[in-house]
Every structure is written in C-alpha cells, then in structure tokens.
C-alpha cells in the first residue's frame, strides 16, 4: 500500500515530532538519510533556544522571531506555480547570460535544472537528485564533519528539515571553465527555504559558483531561511564561491557556512549581505592542509531597521596557511550590524599569515555598527592582525563635493562607493561586482 503525499497544508505548523514525521512521509529517502534527520530532530529537541544571556546571542535578540509561526517545507513533489516561477525568471536570465549554468529552486521546490552541456565534467545537481544518484558521496559529506547538527539549534534544524539545494562535485583533475550559478527564491505561498548547498573538489579541481537568494511578492509576509553550506576542497583545487543573500525585509535569515581547504588549495569567498530582516550567520575556514589559502570578502549594507549578525572564523590547523578577511559595512536609518571574527591558530600551525579587517561607514544618527575582531593562537611562529574600524562620512569631503557643484546626495554615494572600492577590487568576477555595486546604490538612495 501506498502512502498518499501530503501537501504544506496537510504538515502541521511548527516544528514538532508531528509535523516532523507528517515531513518525512512526503519524502523518498533512503534509510541512512531518514537516520541522519531523525538524529538532527532529536539534536534540535534537546537544545536550548538561543537568549540574550549566550555570548554568540548577546548582540543579537530574536524574541520577536516565532519558529511556530511557520511550517517545514513542502514536499519536493509539489511545484510552485506559475506565478511564484516567473518572479524568478528576470534573475535566471540575469544570471545565464553572464555564467555557465545553474540550478533554481523557489519556495524549496526545484524549477531549473543546470545543463549538462556545459559542466565540463562536473556534477551539479539539485540535492533530491544527489541523494538518488549520487549516494556515495552525500552519505560521505552530507553534514558529518564541515557543518555537524551538533554545532547549534539551527543547524540541528537543518539538519532535520533540510529541503532543495544543490551538489557541487568537481573530480580529480576535471577545471570547470564557465561559472556556475544557484538561486533560491521564496514567496509568499512558501514562506520557509531550507536550502542546503554542498561543495566537493577532488584534487586540483577548479570551479566557480555563484548564488543568489531573492524574494518576490512577499510584502509583509513573515519568511524563514534556515540553511547550510559545506565546502570540501582537496590538495591543490581551487574555488571561487559567492553568496549573495538578498531576502526581503520580512525575512529571517539563519545559515552556517564552513569550508575546509586542503594541502595547497586555494578558496575566494565573497559574501553579499544586503537583506532579510535579521541574519545570524557563521562563516568559517579551515586551513586544514600545509599552504592553504582563503581570501575571504565581504559587502554588508544595511537599511531600515534590519540587523545582520555575520560571525566569521579562520581556522589555521596546518603549517603555512594563510587567510585574508576585508569585511565592509555601510549603515542607514535605524539598522544594525554585528560583525564577530575570529583568528584561530592551532598549535602545529607554524609559520601561519592571517589577516582580519572589518570597516564601518555609518550613514545615520541611529545606526548602529559593532566590530569584535579576536584572536586565539597556540603556535608560536606566526604573523596575525586584525583591525575594526567605524565611522561617519566626512562633511568636509561632502563640503569639498559640493564646493566643485556636485549635489550632497551625488557626493555620499560617491564617497560610500569609493569606501567600498578596496573590497570590490579584491572580487575577480565582474558581474558580482557589479552586482553589489548597484545593490547598495539602490539601498542607498531608497530609505
């Protein structure tokens, strides 16, 4: 006999054992894979929610955020309508006309598959397809040693309910020329993404992936991304990875990100933090091979009254490894950001170079902006620094603007794109710098 598939609306609201089992009902996975959720599940039941009395919390205050507002995702069974696929198709088109292919899901649900043709001898795919075809190897990575539901309640969350999301696997040897892309879109009819992404890089592999995040007639409906990235890089590959996230201001946003890089590999991480209403994310590197590299970017603007907490880490567990943050923030209205790094070198990690920077151009009387760079080092051979800075825009640049006939606004977005310029720079892919260029121009104009 056979189980019927329920819709959203048969799932109770909430994330409760009932909706969890109503969750895996509407579901084809094999036994390991419904082990490992209900782990997760059991994980996320015995933790304590998050409060101002936690340290990584203290900055960060969710008691208006309501889990029980919302209900697991959707069975991958069920597509979004037409309606909810072409909000999207603008941004697909975007995005194909600068890179190779992608994959796109909206409200969790997969509407774009990459082609084929042009992965050069990679596998991407979406992860429902992964976990029939390629068990292997989410059996091997799939949440077990890069992001684990043992690090907090959300990845413990995630780990039960993760739903969409894609497989980046680049063989041994195997360069994938043309960037690729992935975009998660949410509406109002969806309203939660549990997105999860999945990097692997066999030996001197290369590849690129850009992904976006988006939201579309959503108005005032409250959303919910509870997500993860895990990236796998063996000895001598290299990846570029961006992630832009650009959920819309009714948006909570709760992901960990981590990436371990082996033996002379290389990572460019750049990260766009321009959305959601609240973010809390984790992003972390390990250097877990003897001359790893990250270089690790970041743009942040904030507007209204949202709040972006980024907690950054740079893990050295190896013997010259070396790592590069440049975080930039620019603020308006009554928004806040809380940026958190950390610079940790293991005691074997001899001959480590680590960098951390994190800028702040305040924009308003009322933004708020806290920098908490911090260091952690056992090895007794190594170069470390780290640096915060905030501050407002200077009226005598303004003055000297205006002097030469340009308008105050002509002359803030001139000098906050000039502040931004550095890390912009550091970015080797001229459609994300555009990208964020004209994000936090429009941000910039709009209040």
């Known amino acids: 006999m056979t189980t019927a598939t329920p819709t959203s609306e048969t799932i109770p609201g909430g994330f409760t054992e009932a909706s969890f089992e109503a969750f895996l009902k509407g579901r084809d996975e094999p036994g390991w894979l419904v082990d490992r959720r209900r782990e997760a599940f059991a994980r996320f039941r015995a933790f304590a929610w998050p409060t101002s009395r936690d340290e990584e919390w203290r900055r960060t205050d969710i008691r208006a955020f309501k889990l029980d507002a919302f209900a697991p995702p959707s069975p991958p069974s069920r597509e979004p309508g037409p309606a909810a696929t072409a909000a999207f198709a603008p941004l697909w088109e975007s995005l194909s006309s600068h890179y190779g292919t992608g994959v796109a899901h909206v409200d969790g649900s997969l509407v774009h598959r990459p082609d084929p043709a042009k992965l050069g001898g990679a596998v991407f795919v979406d992860l429902e397809t992964a976990v029939k075809d390629h068990p292997e190897l989410l059996r091997k990575h799939l949440m077990t040693d890069v992001v684990k539901p043992s690090d907090d309640?959300?990845?413990?969350?995630?780990?039960?309910?993760?739903?969409?999301?894609?497989?980046?696997?680049?063989?041994?040897?195997?360069?994938?020329?043309?960037?690729?892309?992935?975009?998660?879109?949410?509406?109002?009819?969806?309203?939660?993404?549990?997105?999860?992404?999945?990097?692997?890089?066999?030996?001197?592999?290369?590849?690129?992936?850009?992904?976006?995040?988006a939201s579309a007639g959503r108005g005032e409906?409250?959303?919910?991304?509870?997500?993860?990235?895990?990236?796998?890089?063996e000895a001598s590959s290299k990846l570029r990875l961006v992630n832009i996230q650009n959920w819309d201001a009714a948006t909570w946003h709760f992901t960990r990100e981590r990436a371990v890089v082996g033996r002379d590999a290389s990572l460019q991480w750049t990260v766009g933090a321009l959305g959601s209403r609240l973010s809390k994310v984790n992003q972390e590197v390990a250097l877990a091979g003897e001359r790893a590299a990250a270089q690790v970017n970041g743009v942040m603007f904030t507007t209204g009254r949202q709040h972006l907490a980024y907690f950054t880490r740079q893990d050295h567990q190896a013997p010259h490894t070396t790592s590069d943050l440049l975080y930039k923030g620019g603020l308006k209205d009554h928004s806040r950001t809380v940026w958190k790094g950390m610079i940790r070198v293991e005691k074997d990690a001899q001959r480590t170079d680590a960098y951390q920077k994190n800028d702040n151009l305040i924009l308003s009387d009322s933004a708020r902006a806290d920098s908490i760079p911090g260091l952690e080092i056992e090895a007794n051979d190594v170069r470390c620094t780290h640096g915060a800075t905030a501050g407002r825009v200077d009226e005598e640049m303004i003055f000297l603007c205006q002097a030469r006939g340009i308008p105050r606004a002509t002359a803030v977005r001139l000098i906050v794109e000039g502040?931004?310029?550095?890390?912009?720079?550091?970015?080797?892919?001229?459609?994300?710098?555009?990208?964020l260029r004209q994000a936090v121009a429009e941000k910039l104009g709009n209040s």
């Not at 502040?419 to 710098?433: E, G």
């Open 153 to 213: 309640v959300f990845a413990a969350l995630h780990g039960a309910f993760w739903s969409g999301g894609s497989l980046l696997y680049v063989p041994r040897g195997v360069k994938v020329e043309l960037p690729l892309f992935s975009i998660a879109g949410l509406t109002a009819e969806g309203r939660t993404d549990f997105g999860h992404t999945l990097i692997v890089l066999e030996e001197d592999a290369e590849a690129t992936l850009v992904r976006e995040t």
């Open 221 to 233: 409906t409250p959303g919910l991304h509870v997500g993860a990235v895990e990236v796998v890089q």
């Open 419 to 435: 502040f931004f310029a550095n890390v912009y720079d550091r970015i080797t892919l001229d459609p994300v710098r555009e990208t």
